[in-house]
Nanobody
Framework: VQLQACGGGLVQPGGYLRLSCSYS????????LGWFRQTPGKPREFVAR???????NYADSVKGRFTISRDNAKNTVSLQMNSLKPEDTAVYYC??????????????WGQGTLVTVSS
């Protein structure tokens, strides 16, 4: 089972994008959900996590700019990204984190969605 992220694209610095990811409510409806990203030559890194109860935590690099949310009725998890910077350029993935820091995940990685921040 994989989660597929979508919504990426090209955006100018200072702009915004909203990513989304659909999941099976019967399987993941009570799971923590998270966003991760990876740039070429670097390890995949944790971006944000949301618990079933709505508690969130973020990587320091995105705190105050990104917002993770979930809609349990629609079985979607979203990442609102504001004030984007060139260093936010990456392929973004969603997954089920097994710990608060996102060091371990439950699922195989999907294809991800590319976010490019450039003028």
């Amino acid at each position: 089972v994989q989660l597929q992220a979508c919504g990426g694209g090209l955006v100018q610095p200072g702009g915004y994008l909203r990513l989304s990811c659909s999941y099976s409510g019967s399987i993941f409806g009570r799971s923590d959900l998270g966003w991760f990203r990876q740039t070429p030559g670097k390890p995949r890194e944790f971006v944000a996590r949301i618990t079933n109860g709505g508690t969130t935590n973020y990587a320091d690099s995105v705190k105050g700019r990104f917002t993770i949310s979930r809609d349990n009725a629609k079985n979607t998890v979203s990442l609102q990204m504001n004030s984007l910077k060139p260093e936010d350029t990456a392929v973004y993935y969603c997954n089920v984190p097994l710990d608060e820091a996102g060091r371990f995940v439950r699922l195989l990685w999907g294809q991800g969605t590319l976010v490019t921040v450039s003028s």
